[in-house]
């Protein structure tokens, strides 16, 4: 599988399809599981108030791979991602009231460069708070 845009087809500023992610505590304890990350601060109220965080709050690493999506859903092709890195900067608070939390994600070219590849800068967003800083893809396009 190839990437399906073509380097030609995009500029700087070409925006990415926006996409939002629900996530409840159902949702931290399938990642739970599927990662082996069992840290309390995910899933026990209890424990997480009491080092300080608001909540239990979603795994960095689940928080960076919806992000991602938004990227591979765009290129049609996953193995098309060159690099990709984030830096965390607000967790994702997700409350047990049956709704959880959201996590908007939009994204746009940054850079086009060499070797049919861009960079795409993401934006992630919960809660009226940027959670993810300096997320950064570079891809190669057909």
């Known amino acids: 599988m190839a990437a399906k845009i073509a380097y030609a087809d995009v500029e700087v500023g070409t925006e990415l399809p926006a996409q939002s992610f629900p996530v409840t ?4 304890v399938r990642y739970a599981g599927a990662s082996g990350d069992f840290n309390p601060i995910h899933w026990n109220e209890k424990f997480a108030k009491e080092v300080g965080l608001p909540d239990v709050i979603a795994h960095g690493m ?17 193995g098309a991602v060159v690099e990709y890195g ?20 939009s994204g746009k070219v940054a850079a086009k460069l060499d070797d ?5 800068d993401l934006t992630a967003m919960s809660a009226g708070q940027k959670v993810l800083g300096m997320s950064r893809a570079v891809v190669r396009l057909a």
């Open 116 to 120: 049919h590849q861009v960079r795409i």
């Open 86 to 105: 984030v830096r965390f900067t607000k967790p994702v608070v997700v409350p047990n009231d049956g709704e959880g939390a959201v996590v908007e994600v």
């Open 25 to 28: 505590r159902a949702t931290l």
């Open 62 to 78: 689940f928080t960076m791979a919806e992000a991602a999506r938004v990227v591979t859903d765009w290129l049609g092709d996953p």
